[in-house]
C-alpha cells in the first residue's frame, strides 16, 4: 500500500509527464512532411526514427505494466527504429494514442509498486514514470534542435 506521502510524489510525477508531454507534443505539431530525414543530436536516428522511439516507448512500457517481457521490449525498440515504424500519417494522433495507453497503464491501481521485465533488470512501475519523464524530456531537445526551434 502507497502511503500518503508516496501518493502526492506520484501524483507530481504524473504531472511532470503531463508537462513533458506538453513539450513534445508542442513541437512535434511543427515536423513538417519534408522534415522526417533530418538528422537529429541522436546521430543514429533521423528525426522520423526519434519520434518512433518516443512514440514506441509508451507503448512499450505500457506493455510491460501490462504483463509484458523485456525480450519484447528489446525487439520491438529494435523494430520501431528501423523497418515497423509506430508513427504513420498523424504523428500527432499516435503521439496521443500512446500517451493515452500508458497513462491508463500507469493509473492502474497497484502500478506504481509493480515489478516489471525491464531490459536491464526488474523495475517498479515508478521507476518506469520516472524514466519516461527524463526520456521525453531528453528527446524533446533532441525534436527542437533537428527542427530548428525553441529547444528550452
Known amino acids: 500500500m502507497v502511503d500518503a506521502p508516496e501518493r502526492a510524489t506520484i501524483a507530481g510525477d504524473l504531472e511532470l509527464l503531463a508537462l513533458a508531454r506538453v513539450g513534445f507534443r508542442h513541437r512535434l505539431e511543427l515536423v513538417l512532411a519534408d522534415d522526417w530525414a533530418r538528422p537529429t543530436p541522436c546521430t543514429e536516428w533521423n528525426l522520423r526514427q526519434l519520434v518512433n522511439h518516443v512514440v514506441g516507448s509508451d507503448l512499450r512500457y505500457a506493455a510491460l505494466l501490462n504483463g509484458g517481457r523485456g525480450e519484447d521490449f528489446i525487439r520491438r525498440r529494435e523494430e520501431e527504429t528501423g523497418s ?45 514514470l520516472e524514466n519516461r519523464i527524463v526520456d521525453i524530456t531528453i528527446h524533446t531537445w533532441d525534436l527542437a534542435r533537428a527542427i530548428d526551434t525553441d529547444d528550452t
Open 84 to 128: 515497423a515504424p509506430v508513427v504513420g500519417d498523424n504523428p500527432v494522433e499516435d503521439w496521443t494514442h500512446a500517451a493515452a495507453l500508458l497513462d491508463a497503464a500507469l493509473r492502474t491501481p497497484g502500478a506504481m509498486e509493480r515489478v516489471v521485465d525491464y531490459p536491464r533488470g526488474p523495475l517498479r512501475g515508478r521507476e518506469l
